[in-house]
Nanobody, 127 residues
């Protein structure tokens, strides 16, 4: 059974930083790409970042490039999202997801690339 549990959300001031974690209970965690998505109130869920199973390849949405950093610790079965220079428009529920084994850059932004999702963690950025 695959379970993904996000943590680290909360209230942050604009310009501040926070780090999200996603603890994964999945067999062979290091065999899978992982990703982060977010959903703001009244909007569709959107891609944020993804990382290959080894951590060598990473991809970001243009809206977060240069501010957010995705990483993973395969020994701890955890994926992280470091969020810096936060803006009020980053306010959303953030979800981690397990992707396919083969990291395909053209597909990492597509929800169909992912087969399991966490429950999400709220990040609120105050102005």
């Amino acid at each position: 059974q695959v379970r993904l549990v996000e943590s680290g959300g909360g209230l942050v001031q604009a310009g501040g930083s926070t780090r999200l974690s996603c603890a994964a209970s999945t067999p062979s965690f290091d065999n899978y790409s992982m990703g982060w998505f977010r959903q703001a109130p009244g909007q569709e869920r959107e891609f944020v970042a993804a990382i290959s199973r080894t951590g060598i390849s990473k991809g970001y949405a243009d809206s977060v490039k240069g501010r957010f950093a995705i990483s993973r610790d395969n020994a701890e079965n955890t994926v992280y999202l470091q969020m810096n220079s936060l803006k009020p428009e980053d306010t959303a529920v953030y979800y981690c997801a397990r992707g396919e084994q083969i990291y395909v850059w053209a597909r990492i932004g597509d929800e169909s690339f992912y087969d399991h999702w966490g429950q999400g963690t709220q990040v609120t950025v105050s102005s």
